[in-house]
């Protein structure tokens, strides 16, 4: 069993920053990936962006590339979602996934979610 808090979700003019947080815990050995996934009102959930673990291979969606950034700090098991120059397309519900690998095979486990608006 893994469990994912995502925090950092605030209200943000366009043009501005906001540093999401997703902290795992339990069995967090097992994860092999994290990633950041977001949801606009109507529409469906999108990922943002992955790092894989240990590798920290990293990719973006084409919206995310060149503003966000996913990094991870393993002595924390948290991964981190640095977005910059956002827009109000931004605004959404973000969640965090993480993958584990069980021995009964792969499983994901999602945060709660945490709100991003970008408005002036």
């Known amino acids: 069993q893994v469990h994912v808090v995502e925090s950092g979700g605030g209200l943000v003019q366009p043009g501005g920053s906001l540093r999401l947080s997703c902290a795992a815990s339990g069995f967090t050995s097992r994860i092999y990936g994290m990633s950041w996934y977001r949801q606009a009102p109507g529409k469906e959930r999108e990922l943002v962006a992955s790092?894989?673990?240990?590798?920290?291979?990293?990719n973006y969606a084409d919206s995310a590339k060149g503003r966000f950034t996913i990094s991870r700090d393993n002595a924390k098991n948290t991964v981190y979602l640095q977005m910059n120059s956002l827009k109000p397309e931004d605004t959404a519900v973000y969640y965090c996934?993480?993958?584990?690998?069980?021995?009964?095979?792969?499983?994901?486990?999602w945060g709660q979610g945490t709100q991003v608006t970008v408005s002036s």
């Open positions: 790092i894989s673990i240990p590798s920290a291979i990293k």
């Open positions: 996934k993480a993958g584990v690998l069980l021995p009964s095979g792969r499983s994901d486990y």
